[in-house]
C-alpha cells in the first residue's frame, strides 16, 4: 500500500489491521490512517469497539470454563470407555 | 511455616474427577467433539506414562491441564501443517462466506462494508451477556464455524493467551497472515454473535 492509500483506508483496508494495532505494531502513517478512517467512519468505529467485546468474550469464556462455571459433559459410554481402556493400561 | 502439602497421583480416580473438567476444557477450544475426546484419553494416557514427573507441590489437576492444554496446541499445528500451502485457509463458509461477502468489491465503492454484512449497534452488552448459558454457548457454536488454522489463532490468542510471536512459530506463519486470518476471524465472528446474540 502506498502511502496516501496508507493515510486514506476504505473500510476493509482499516478493519484489516485490527489485531495489528492491538499488538502495537502499526506505523505511524497507519495509525493515522486508521485514526482518521475511525473519526468519520461510524460502521469501521462500531467494528473495532465490537471487535474488542469479542476479545473479553472469549477471555472470559475461557475463564468460565476453567472455573468449572461453563462446563460440558462427556458422553457416558465414550467415559467408561475411557475408564477402562486406562485400568488396562495401568495394569500393563 | 506451613507443612509442605504433598500431592500424589491417583490414577483410579482420573476419570471421574477430573474427565468433565478436562473435556469442557478441550470442547470450549475445539470444533470437534471426537476431537475434544480424543484429546482428553491421550491426556490420561500420557499422564500415566509421565507420572514419574509429576511434582509433588503441583496439583493433580493443574498438571492434567498443562498436559492436555499441550495436546491442544499440538493439534493445532498438526492440523496447520497439513495445509501448509493453503496459508490462508479456507474461506469462512456458508453466507459469512469470503471477503466479498463483508466488503464491495465493485470500482464505485471499494473496500465500502456491504449491506447485509455492515456491523450494526449492539442492542446488548458485555455487562448483560457475559454471565450468561446461552451467551456462552453461542461464543463456542460461531467459533465453530470458522476454519481450523484461523480458528487455532484466535483460541491461541483470547483463550490460552499467548503472545503472537508465539502462535505464528506454532502454526508456522508469518505475523502479516496472522493478521489477515484475526480479520477474517473478526469479521465472521462479528457477524455470527451479532445476529445470534447481540440482535437477535
Known amino acids: 500500500m502506498g502511502l496516501k492509500n496508507t493515510l486514506f483506508m476504505n473500510c476493509a483496508e482499516a478493519t484489516a ?7 502495537g505494531k502499526l506505523s505511524l502513517a497507519e495509525r493515522f490512517g486508521v485514526w482518521l478512517h475511525l473519526v468519520y467512519c461510524k460502521l469501521c468505529k462500531a467494528f473495532f469497539d465490537q471487535s474488542a467485546i469479542l476479545d473479553r468474550s472469549y477471555h472470559h469464556l475461557a ?24 485400568q488396562e493400561e495401568m495394569q500393563k | 511455616m506451613a507443612e509442605e502439602k504433598k500431592n500424589t497421583l491417583d490414577p483410579d480416580h482420573w476419570i471421574e474427577r477430573y474427565a468433565d473438567y478436562l473435556y469442557s476444557y478441550a470442547y470450549a477450544r475445539l470444533r470437534k467433539e471426537e476431537v475434544a475426546q480424543d484429546l482428553v484419553q491421550d491426556t490420561f494416557f500420557s499422564a500415566l506414562r509421565a507420572k514419574d514427573t509429576f511434582l509433588q507441590n503441583a496439583s493433580e489437576k493443574t498438571w492434567l491441564v498443562s498436559i492436555l492444554k499441550r495436546k491442544i496446541i499440538d493439534h493445532y499445528r498438526k492440523k496447520s501443517t497439513q495445509n501448509e500451502l493453503n496459508i490462508l485457509d479456507k474461506p469462512v463458509e456458508g453466507e459469512d462466506g469470503s471477503i466479498g461477502y463483508f466488503f464491495e468489491n465493485q470500482a464505485s465503492t471499494p473496500g465500502h462494508w ?13 455487562e448483560t451477556s457475559v454471565e450468561s448459558d446461552e451467551f456462552n454457548d453461542i461464543l463456542r457454536t460461531c467459533l465453530t464455524k470458522l476454519p481450523e488454522k484461523t480458528a487455532a489463532a484466535f483460541v491461541m490468542k483470547n483463550m490460552e493467551g499467548l503472545e503472537t510471536e508465539e502462535i505464528c512459530k ?11 486470518m484475526m480479520h477474517r476471524a473478526k469479521l465472521a465472528l462479528r457477524d455470527c454473535m451479532e445476529k445470534n446474540w447481540f440482535n437477535k
Open chain 1, 17 to 23: 489491521v485490527v489485531e495489528k494495532k492491538r499488538d
Open chain 1, 63 to 86: 475463564e468460565r470454563v476453567n472455573d468449572g462455571q461453563q462446563s460440558y459433559t462427556l458422553d457416558p459410554s465414550r467415559k467408561e470407555q475411557m475408564k477402562n481402556a486406562l
Open chain 2, 114 to 126: 456491504t449491506s447485509s454484512a455492515s456491523p450494526n449497534q449492539w442492542g446488548r452488552t458485555f
Open chain 2, 170 to 180: 506454532e502454526l508456522n506463519i508469518t505475523q502479516s497472515n496472522y493478521w489477515v
